[in-house]
């Protein structure tokens, strides 16, 4: 909790200062892997704009626009970093070039709708662009559906916020459980995968 409250302190400060600059700042850090929760950013810069600080859809840019900034950090660090890592340590994780093959289908296939709904759901924004670059999935089509989720993502938080006022970090409380959740969830994905790649 002290944690928590260290990340909360100093993104509340940053914002308060820094306004629209500290808003791409945070989204685009929470777009990788980072403990910073747009949960607790766009709230708080919502709850800014019903008191007149900030306008509305110059905080919901700002926060999309971080979010694709983080995004195509995670992306090229999948791209360039990733792929080299899994084919040399690979092994270590149960990961071989046929897995990293696979990756690439899926993504061609799914890979749009994954990554837009992957910017809406807790811990998954985090991870999901790095496996977009591992596949190379396309740049134009990656960078287009990670803004359009994010956009979404940014205005439901940023207007929870307007609403909420003084009381924006109750959304910070409920969907710190969700997160618990979802994280609990892919460790028990893996755990199944590692598993079932044993049995075999």
């Given at each position: 909790m002290v944690f928590v409250e260290l990340i909360s302190g100093a993104a509340i400060f940053l914002i308060s200062t820094t306004g629209y600059a500290g808003i791409f700042v945070l989204m685009a850090l929470e777009s990788m892997i980072t403990p910073v929760p747009?949960?607790?950013?766009?709230?708080?810069?919502?709850?800014?704009?019903?008191?007149?600080?900030?306008?509305?859809?110059?905080?919901?840019?700002?926060?999309?626009?971080?979010?694709?900034?983080?995004?195509?950090?995670?992306?090229?660090?999948?791209?360039?970093?990733?792929?080299?890592?899994?084919?040399?340590?690979?092994?270590?994780?149960?990961?071989?070039e046929k897995h990293l093959a696979a990756t690439e289908q899926w993504f061609a296939r799914h890979g749009s709708k994954a990554i837009f709904i992957g910017r809406l759901l807790p811990v998954v924004r985090h991870l999901i662009s790095m496996p977009a670059g591992f596949a190379r999935m396309n740049l134009v089509k990656f960078s287009a559906f990670t803004f359009a989720g994010a956009l979404l993502w940014c205005s439901i938080l940023a207007y929870a916020g307007v609403m909420l006022k003084q009381n924006w970090q109750l959304i910070l409380s409920y969907t710190w459980i969700i997160d618990i959740f979802v994280a609990a969830a892919i460790l028990i994905g893996a755990v199944f995968f590692y598993m079932r790649y044993i049995r075999k």
């Open positions: 747009s949960e607790l950013v766009m709230p708080f810069a919502g709850f800014l704009v019903s008191g007149g600080s900030l306008d509305f859809t110059l905080v919901v840019l700002a926060g999309a626009f971080g979010s694709l900034l983080g995004s195509l950090i995670s992306y090229f660090a999948g791209a360039f970093l990733g792929r080299a890592l899994i084919i040399k340590y690979g092994k270590f994780l149960l990961l071989d």
